[in-house]
């Protein structure tokens, strides 16, 4: 791939894969991020980041609302955490004005103390639309999940609150009812070596924004700060999710991976309308048949980016994968 580094690495591989195929291939001239394949015959296949004219914009569109993506999922059958969608304050007082009978159905704040008192703690809240992981915390009790609601109600107008579930953290990358790429996500966190404190040891977390209120919050949980110096292996959790783009790493376990949760992810691409889509699921053992998993949610534009940045053999990976798609989608 002789393209340039600067380059964002999808942009990279769409070059090499047109000028090989004998491709027209359009960007915009800003980023790069946004653009067209025209095909032989006048065709033109659009994307635009990681999102590419292969899924229905509806299906796509469900994928990312989470509460959406959980409902439909649920009613077919998979198996789902407990969770509940819940509505800032303006969301809810607009419609208790204009669509009362809507406002009835819907959940407030205080309903998610509620909510978390009756499934349990520890629980997830994560804004219901977007991905990366952005703003997600996990919370202990009562104090915290108001103070997190309090916050996060402040910059997006729903939020998805949901009962943690223990087990391997995986993303499960479906093509066409074929699994492309099983990732293990492994925890974004340091290991201690007696000598430096936690901040210093956190320079080398590549992706990890350490004045991200999430990691204060928890260090504080494992009764640590910046300036704590771990024992020599004490493992320390920087954050309170596994994904890639915050930090985490991950391993292929795509020939490992348990039949019948290769299974599970095509089922799951089938009953929400995705031709390519990545499945984030949490399963107890997952080279293990029959073991049992929780979707979590499901990414229509999965991005490999930070898992490429792992070395020269993850980018081969991901150059492979990206190279599938742009199969399906100039064919």
């Known amino acids: ?57 509806g299906a796509a569109e469900i994928a990312d609302d989470k509460a959406y993506t959980l409902s439909f999922l649920g009613r077919d059958g998979f198996t789902v955490p407990d969770c509940l969608l819940v509505h800032g304050f303006d969301v809810l007082a607009s419609l208790r004005v204009h669509k009362p009978e809507i406002a009835a159905k819907m959940h407030a704040a205080e309903d998610a103390l509620h909510f978390a008192e009756t499934v349990g703690y520890p629980v997830f809240v994560k804004p219901n639309s977007g991905q990366e992981g952005e703003d997600v915390v996990r919370l202990n009790d009562q104090a915290d999940l108001q103070r997190a609601l309090d916050e996060l109600l402040m910059r997006h107008s729903s939020l998805l609150v949901q009962k943690a579930v223990r087990g391997a953290d995986l993303r499960i990358l479906v093509l066409d009812g074929e699994i492309l790429l099983a990732l293990d996500r492994q925890p974004v966190q340091v290991e201690g070596d007696g000598e430096q404190t936690v901040e210093q040891l956190a320079i080398a977390v590549a992706g990890l924004n350490f004045r991200d209120p999430r990691v204060e919050h928890e260090l504080t949980r494992q009764g640590l700060g910046p300036a704590s110096i771990p024992e020599e292996g004490q493992a320390v959790e920087l954050l309170p999710n596994k994904n890639l783009s915050a930090g985490a790493k991950a391993k292929d376990i795509t020939n490992s991976l348990a039949g019948d949760l290769k299974q599970t992810a095509v089922s799951i691409c089938r009953s929400l309308g995705l031709r390519y889509a990545g499945i984030d699921l949490i399963a107890e053992n997952p080279e293990k048949p029959g073991s049992r998993y929780a979707v979590l949610e499901v990414n229509a534009a999965p991005g490999l980016n930070r898992y490429a940045a792992q070395g020269a053999e993850e980018l081969a990976k991901v150059t492979s994968v990206y190279e599938r798609v742009l199969d399906a989608l100039t064919n």
């Open 1 to 57: 791939m002789e393209q340039s580094p600067s380059l964002p690495l999808v942009r990279r591989i769409l070059a090499d894969y047109c000028n090989r195929q004998g491709l027209s291939l359009v960007c915009d001239e800003g980023s790069g991020q946004a653009g067209y394949i025209e095909l032989a015959d006048g065709r033109r296949r659009f994307f635009r980041g990681t999102h590419f004219d292969l899924n229905p914009l």
